[in-house]
């Protein structure tokens, strides 16, 4: 499967951002679905990942009531909207898919990604 980040950019603490993911190639009912980032230096780490029908989601604890990540499978896409941003949420934001129903925190698990889409938030 193939994925493609979209929605990214800078903006200012308190402000909102939606990214979009856009899965091709593969029945998307089929994966799974998660949001990573990564600052430099860093290891990538979790955000959110959620089921292949949407009514199993996780979150990083640091996330939790300010990020809302969803999907539609009609239109094979994954959602982050990002609320409240502060300027600790700036990195590069990543989709990943894994193979099967399960939603997962687990970085390993993940079979595919997207290039990334870098979200800036200035104090």
């Known amino acids: 499967v193939q994925l493609v980040e979209s929605g990214g950019g800078l903006v200012q603490a308190g402000d909102s951002l939606r990214l979009s993911c856009a899965a091709s190639g593969r029945t998307f009912t089929n994966f799974a679905m998660g949001w990573f980032r990564q600052t430099p230096g860093k290891q990538r780490e979790f955000v959110a990942a959620?089921?292949?029908?949407?009514?199993?989601?996780y979150y990083e604890d640091s996330v939790k009531g300010r990020f809302t990540i969803s999907r539609d499978n009609a239109k094979n896409t994954m959602y982050l909207q990002m609320n409240s941003l502060k300027p600790e949420d700036t990195a590069v934001y990543y989709c990943?898919?894994?193979?099967?129903?399960?939603?997962?925190?687990?970085?390993?698990?993940?079979?595919?990604w997207g290039q990334g889409t870098q979200v800036t938030i200035s104090a």
């Open positions: 959620i089921n292949w029908s949407g009514e199993k989601i």
């Open positions: 990943a898919a894994t193979i099967g129903f399960v939603a997962t925190m687990r970085i390993e698990a993940y079979d595919y």
